[in-house]
């Protein structure tokens, strides 16, 4: 209650701060549609099987930030084990809990809770949107390759009418123009493709790279980041890299890799901002122009500086870079929030740090 | 290869010792394998549970040492996996003895405390502080001794124990018992199985889905003397079990578990009035199969099998001093999903010295050095002493470094296994008083423990890797009290433990997750005639479950009530009801897991 009254006012406070504000006059003239609006969600995994999936909220003028919002807003009910990722559809928010086996769909202003989605949903991880459509990947059990799936959901009764079997490890999913891209990272295993899903079947496949994750769609292109194989595959370590597919013909338009002749490494997070790409390897984080030749060599900034143990989730938004720490989920994370470099602050500039819940893993913007 | 040549030069040993039995004296009547338990641990507080404790018990090791003793478990639900912890150490810092045998799995370093059924054993001993000098890697913050007595008094004894209660539980146990003066037999058979499916208190109708379970075990000791002298020594256990793992409030589960462990020990003695020799071979097997799903065929899979020699001589040098040494080859071999084929040989060499300084003081030292080819390992070492001023008070002092070694899966988990882990090492010290008083014994030990190199799984990237990070400091202070009187046809008895436990990640400053400060439990028996009822109460303080102290479990209070009766005269024809969880406290020991509310038992018990 303590907690709740404390943050009605500070929330007011904010509000009063962000209409004053002269800087920021677009904000300062869109109505909040919620509690929960002109700020960032972030997601924190959790603990697996322990059940503390949640997610915290920090406002865009760093004056608020609640973690356990779900919680809170929902008569305290937990959100459940491993929250995977968010994906947002007009006012909605749903919500992938893994190892709960659901989806909790919220209004991603309010997060009160509008529906849970159960049915033929097997290990979800990510969710996109098309066709009026819900498509949902599923590994279901990680152990068997061959059960993989994409599930569609009638977004009217929030409920999975029909699956598309997949190959091994589907992971994220994009849409574009009514088709469906998805990377296929391998789950328990090392996916090298990219499925293309027209009219709910799958119609092509493309190589891209070893264990493609990152799917971002920019100016008609679709942005694949690979990661490249970690040290524990039977090939050992090899290099990531980006890929840039033709979304309309899927072919493969370029590629972003590193320079020759450095030791094979794998890429970490990776988030598109207008004409330029950042990405992270260990806490070290780089920026490079989506046209480059050639990844760089030397990072922009690194967030050990500020403490970072580790970066475990990275994007980029309105000009800043949002990173979290996961602290080795034994402890609450932390998010660090950076400048992206504008005539005020240069790259690397830490703006504010904040501790959220435990495994802080994405982050979605509701501005 | 330096293993081996020590090997071979015990087995010659071995052999001129056996030549030079001559002399022989009567051995003593009741025979167990753990020779250390007895003789070398003085210096220590030593908790004996016996059958009697066992049997009013219910039969999982969780059950019986939470309701028993200091250690603090952690259960994924009723009959799920179970941890222990032992003066605020991890689950692999406490070390599970079988008839004098490390029977921690060589993949994961513990022992699930859910996998052993107690009516299996006559005795079970909580060791609490140090014992890696004598039983290897693991006896950090304790360690659990699972006996097999065996006797040559002339017997043929049956005991048939049956229970069944909510949730289609079901509980039952044979055993046997036959001796002579040259043979004995001790043969125990169990089978638990349970449905599970209790309801979630203070919730919507949800249920402990996918939670049904059965195991059965098998275990022999078998005892022949050759002549007075020389004596033989079989002891086999067997134990398969199939657990579905439940769901939690959260996150519904469809995946099963399954174990099997095999253990076998040879063992000769051989003594006279000054020596006692013995020869063991083990022979131990454990291999589980994990099913994400349990209507696939899609499993995961890891066995280790694991060989030990070991010879054994003690000498009294004089009727005061005593001198043991041991020396043992290991060799394990682990095969599994994730860690490949590998083989590990681990050769030690231990010794250990007694003397009766005085009437009233005793002291003993001790060291144990390991030469192995998969990590570096320390000199362990010990020193304690006990000091009887009378028969109604002692005190003990005691300090050794003690170490847990890496695991299979900690060393060649494929992808993360590091090859260069140190052992988890410690000091620790701890100074105990017992006073007894006619039917009335307590005794408190206060400790201070410090380890080092502390194993964990720290992300790393998109995997998870083993790191020796952090120091703990732990410190704290346990108490013991027992009762027992009787008055004509009246018996009382009470029984209860404290601990007050700190245990410091010695970064944070903080106490480290699923610690609790305080833990009490009580026992209270009243015998009227044939008629016993008796009542359990367990209080288990507050944990956190986060390392920055930023989430709890709340603390909670578990009482049990049993009655029965005997109706038989010459055997034991025994009936038994109990009421568990009585009042019906809703509670979890790991997070979103709750147990049980309120369920009931009944019982029956034949002895003939």
């Not at chain 1, 799936?149 to 009514?178: D, F, H, K, R």
């Not at chain 1, 590629?255 to 260990?282: H, R």
């Not at chain 2, 490949?340 to 005793?362: D, M, P, W, Y």
């Not at chain 2, 009042?583 to 709750?594: D, T, V």
Request: neutral net charge; glycine residues 8%.
């Amino acid at each position: 209650m303590k907690q709740i009254k404390l943050f009605l006012t500070v929330l007011a406070g904010a509000l009063f701060f962000v209409s004053c504000s002269d800087d920021d006059a677009e904000d300062a003239a869109r109505i909040p549609l919620g509690s929960y609006d002109l700020g960032t969600l972030v997601l924190n995994e959790g603990n697996f099987g322990s059940g503390n999936a949640s997610v915290s909220y920090i406002s865009d003028d760093f004056s608020v930030n609640q973690n356990d919002i779900f919680s809170i807003v929902n008569d305290g009910a937990a959100l459940g084990d491993v929250a995977q990722s968010i994906g947002v559809n007009n006012d909605l928010a749903y919500i992938i809990v893994n190892n709960s086996q659901k989806i909790e769909v919220v209004n991603r202003y309010t997060f009160k809770k509008v529906a849970t989605i159960n049915n033929q949903i097997s290990n979800p991880r990510y969710i996109a949107f098309a066709n009026g459509k819900g498509y949902v990947t599923n590994w279901g059990d990680p152990a068997n390759p061959n059960d993989d799936y994409v599930a569609i959901v009638n977004l009217s009764t929030q409920s999975v009418t029909a699956t598309i079997p997949v190959a091994e490890g589907p992971e994220q999913i994009v849409s574009n123009n009514g088709k469906l891209f998805v990377s296929h990272s391998g789950g328990y295993n090392f996916g090298n493709t990219v499925s293309v899903i027209s009219n709910d079947a799958v119609s092509s496949t493309i190589v891209v790279g070893d264990v493609p994750k990152e799917l971002q769609i920019v100016d008609g292109n679709l942005w694949v980041t690979c990661k490249g194989f970690p040290s524990y595959a039977p090939s050992g370590t090899t290099n990531g890299k980006f890929v840039k597919i033709n979304a309309d013909t899927n072919a493969i338009a370029g590629e972003l890799k590193f320079p020759n002749g450095q030791a094979a490494m794998n890429l970490g997070n990776s988030s598109i901002s207008g004409t330029n790409i950042y990405y992270n390897i260990g806490t070290a984080v780089y920026k490079c122009a989506i046209d480059a030749p050639v990844l760089p060599t030397t990072p922009a900034f690194d967030a050990a500086a500020q403490g970072a143990a580790s970066i475990y989730g990275l994007a980029v938004n309105n000009g800043r870079i949002y990173v979290s720490d996961d602290a080795g989920f034994t402890v609450r994370g932390k998010v660090y929030v950076y400048a992206a470099g504008n005539a005020e602050f240069a790259i690397g500039v830490l703006l504010n740090r904040t501790t959220v819940g435990v495994g802080p893993s994405a982050f979605y913007f509701n501005n | 290869m330096t293993a081996k040549k020590l090997f071979l030069g015990v087995l010659f040993l071995m052999c001129q010792i056996v030549l030079a039995q001559q002399d022989s004296i009567v051995l003593k009547e009741i025979l167990i394998s753990d020779y250390q338990l007895k003789h070398f641990s003085d210096a220590q507080s030593v908790q004996k549970l016996n059958d009697t404790i066992i049997e009013r018990n219910q039969s999982s090791l969780t059950s019986l040492l939470n309701y028993n003793s200091v250690i603090y478990f952690k259960e994924n639900g009723l009959g799920m996996v179970s941890s222990p912890s032992f003066r605020g150490t991890t689950a692999q810092q406490t070390a599970v003895i079988w008839n004098g045998i490390n029977i921690n799995s060589q993949l994961n370093g513990q022992t699930d405390f859910n996998t052993i059924t107690t009516r299996d054993f006559s005795e079970i001993s909580v060791k609490a502080g140090g014992g890696s000098i004598i039983y290897g890697s693991s006896a950090i913050g304790g360690s659990i001794h699972l006996n097999n007595d065996l006797s040559f008094k002339k017997r043929f004894e049956n005991e048939l124990r049956l229970n069944y209660g909510s949730f289609s539980t079901f509980g039952g146990n044979y055993k046997l018992a036959a001796a002579d003066a040259k043979t004995s037999v001790n043969l125990s058979v169990s089978r638990n199985s349970s449905d599970n499916d209790y309801e979630y208190l203070n919730t919507k109708n949800l249920r402990n889905e996918n939670g049904q379970f059965y195991n059965t075990s098998v275990n022999l000791a078998f005892g022949y003397k050759l002549n007075q002298a020389n004596v033989l020594k079989l002891y086999s256990q067997v134990f398969e079990s199939e657990r579905h793992f439940s769901g939690t409030l959260v996150s519904p589960s469809r995946s099963k578990y399954q174990d099997l462990n095999t253990r076998n020990l040879l063992e000769w003695t051989a003594s006279n009035q000054v020596l006692v020799s013995t020869a063991k071979v083990a022979f131990l097997s454990e291999k589980y199969k994990y099913f994400g799903d349990f209507d696939s065929d899609h499993f995961e899979t890891s066995k280790a099998e694991t060989f030990i020699a070991k010879y054994d001589l003690n000498w009294k040098i004089t009727s005061k001093i005593n001198l043991n040494g041991i020396v043992d080859y290991t060799k394990t071999k682990g095969i599994g999903s994730n860690i490949g084929i590998e083989t590990r040989n681990i050769g030690s060499a231990v010794l250990l010295f007694k003397h009766q300084l005085l009437h009233q003081l005793e002291y003993d030292f001790s060291v144990r050095k390991e030469i192995t080819n998969a990590y570096q390992s320390p000199v362990l070492f010990g020193f304690g002493t006990k000091f009887t001023a009378s028969n109604h008070y002692n005190i003990k002092l005691n300090a050794s470094r003690n170490f847990r070694i890496p695991t299979f899966n900690d060393l060649y988990w494929q992808g993360a296994g590091n090859p260069n882990l140190k052992p988890e090492s410690s000091y620790q010290g701890e100074i105990g008083q017992e006073i007894t008083l006619g039917n009335f014994t307590i005794s408190a030990t206060a400790y201070y423990m410090k380890i080092e190199n502390l194993l964990r799984w720290m992300p790393s990237g998109n995997i998870w890797v083993p790191e020796n990070v952090g120091k703990v400091n732990s410190y704290g202070a346990e108490g013991l009290v027992n009762f027992h009187k009787k008055i004509g046809v009246h018996l009382i008895e009470v029984h209860s433990t404290y601990a007050y436990t700190v245990s410091e990640n010695e970064l944070l400053k903080k106490q480290l997750a699923y610690v609790p400060y305080h833990k009490f439990n009580a026992a209270l028996v009243y015998s009227f005639k044939k008629i016993t009822f008796n009542y359990q109460y367990l209080f288990n303080g507050q944990v956190f479950t986060l390392a920055d102290e930023s989430d709890v479990l709340k603390a909670y209070q578990v009482s049990n009530a049993g009655i029965d009766c005997n109706f038989g005269s010459k055997n034991t024809y025994k009936i038994g009801f109990q009421a568990l969880n009585i009042w019906n406290e809703n509670y979890q020991s790991m997070p979103q897991r709750p147990l049980p509310g309120r369920n009931y038992m009944l019982n029956l018990t034949l002895k003939f």
